[in-house]
């Protein structure tokens, strides 16, 4: 007779052939394998007929595998059941364009049919499903699996409400029209004299006066009369004018350094300067070092491995004991984190002495994380491979709607945010605006928030201020500030916890 172990795994064996990035259609597991694998945690409903993986070990962050599988959902399920009868809503499609890293709270979809329902989805998400025939987009392309309106159709259906509630969307999105005569065409065809002021409005508070000015004479010249009507509710753009986005995600990150950096120095009292005596700053460091710092901020493999399949085919896997594997690794990552403290001393030594902090940043932060997890590879627990710098697949933060943005963007990101540095001179929106866009692009595969705390009191350093310790007991407090900061864009909480934190 079968062990409950062996019964397990040959359920997991059938998941793992039918599971497409993290969803499996219920009809296409026997209902014995797909009862036991629900009883176990390994799968989720998500609504009637679809199910995601899960993770049964996890015990923080449940939302994180429902937010990590969320888009591939979406596009297989739009997919099975209105084939290329479907396109995302000009708001839906427009983030889909601009990199954006959030995932919606409802995704609003048109179909040619005739369905109108709101699906509602695990932690508080849902599709709503609207019949629109008439003006069903013609301007359509398929991208990262799903069916979106092209940019500029996007734009020439925006809410009036999205340049207010998402200002930085909105911007990018305009930025990356290379002509406007794209948009102008659009508005023609349908007499959009209200959206045409609204754009050239919008262009013209973006200094694009000659975007403006097409759309304007375009419109008049066709016999249309216009009312400019600037959109934007803020003083000034994110991006200086004149920027054409190629990459949205690099005009992402300059876009919040910008509009962020005000709000910082506001909260942050001057820098003391440097140190007089910088063996004794030094000096200070080193007493107030603790190992707290050890939270990982990152989620990563929601896949089941063929390892854990053998471990409970063999009977050897335990979710309640898990403990055991997680005590040798704290003992790796406590030997880490003082390794790579060291090694961030040795960077502080150089800016103590005269060196550009960026400077000092870009050339030393691969060393603080080969020096974290050396002893976890040299232990076996991670490959040496993973010490081979940023990483080469998608990672999730727990129980976060900020999914970090793709591999393939990691590198343009993170050196846009060591340039950054290199111009900045405030110490303390360095330490700010590093720490928290470090951790929103999430550059490695682990260690992400301690690397983000060593880069924030590195650039404390260049300053003067003191090291700076995110105690245990405001944890909570600091992620929901990071979520708040990654998701709205303010960095009011985030900046005001620092400040606090920095006084004990």
């Not at 300053?463 to 500030?481: L, Q, S």
Request: net charge positive; hydrophobic share 40%.
């Amino acid at each position: 007779m079968a062990t409950p172990g062996r019964l397990l795994a040959a359920s997991l064996d059938v998941m793992k052939k039918v599971i497409r990035q993290g969803i499996i259609k219920s009809s296409e597991i026997e209902r014995t394998h797909r009862e036991r694998l629900l009883k176990t945690g390994f799968l989720n409903e998500i609504t009637k007929g679809w199910l995601f993986a899960t993770d049964p070990c996890i015990l923080e962050g449940r939302s994180t595998p429902w937010y990590a599988a969320y888009w591939a959902f979406v596009s297989q399920y739009l997919e099975k059941r209105f084939k290329d009868e479907y396109c995302l809503a000009a708001e839906a499609s427009l983030k889909i364009h601009t990199g954006s890293t959030v995932v919606p709270r409802q995704l609003i979809v048109f179909t040619k049919r005739k369905i109108t329902q709101q699906l509602d989805l695990p932690f508080d998400t849902s599709l709503l499903i609207y019949h629109e025939e008439k003006r069903f987009p013609a301007d359509r392309l398929k991208l990262k699996d799903l069916w979106i309106m092209g940019l500029p159709a996007a734009l020439c259906r925006l809410q009036p409400s999205t340049f207010k509630n998402d200002p930085a969307d909105a911007e990018m999105a305009m930025r990356m029209i290379g002509d406007a005569a794209v948009l102008l065409r659009i508005l023609l065809e349908n007499g959009n004299t209200a959206i045409a002021g609204r754009i050239a409005g919008g262009y013209r508070f973006l200094g694009e006066s000659d975007f403006a000015d097409r759309i304007i004479n375009g419109m008049e010249a066709a016999g249309y009369k216009i009312r400019i009507e600037n959109p934007f509710e803020q003083t000034a753009p994110a991006l200086l004018s004149g920027i054409r986005i190629i990459n949205p995600y690099i005009s992402r990150i300059e876009a919040m350094w910008r509009t962020m950096r005000p709000e910082v120095m506001k909260i942050f009292p001057k820098a003391p300067g440097m140190p007089d005596t910088p063996d004794r700053y030094l000096k200070n460091i080193e007493n107030i070092y603790v190992n707290d710092a050890y939270n990982s901020l990152s989620i990563e493999g929601y896949e089941v491995t063929p390892d854990l399949i053998e471990q409970i085919r063999k009977g050897r896997w335990n979710p309640d004991e898990s403990g055991r594997d997680r005590q040798q690794k704290d003992a790796m990552a406590a030997k880490g984190y003082n390794l790579a403290f060291k090694a961030v001393l040795d960077s502080i030594k150089k800016i103590l002495n005269g060196k550009n902090p960026g400077v000092v940043l870009s050339t030393d932060h691969h060393k603080w994380y080969t020096q974290m997890f050396s002893p976890s590879v040299q232990a076996g627990i991670l490959k040496p491979s993973d010490l081979a710098g940023y990483r080469s697949s998608q990672v999730y933060i727990k129980g976060s709607k900020h999914v970090p943005p793709p591999k393939e963007a990691v590198f343009d990101c993170m050196e846009t945010l060591l340039n950054l540095q290199k111009e900045e001179q405030e110490s303390g929106v360095r330490a700010v605006l590093g720490h928290f866009i470090f951790v929103f692009i999430h550059p490695y595969i682990d260690g992400n928030g301690r690397m983000g705390r060593f880069l924030m009191n590195a650039m404390f350093a260049s300053g003067g201020y003191p090291w700076t310790v995110i105690r245990m007991e405001r944890r909570g407090e600091y992620m929901i500030a990071l979520e708040e900061a990654s998701i709205s864009g303010n960095i009011k909480k985030l900046a005001e916890i620092i400040k606090r934190e920095g006084k004990h």
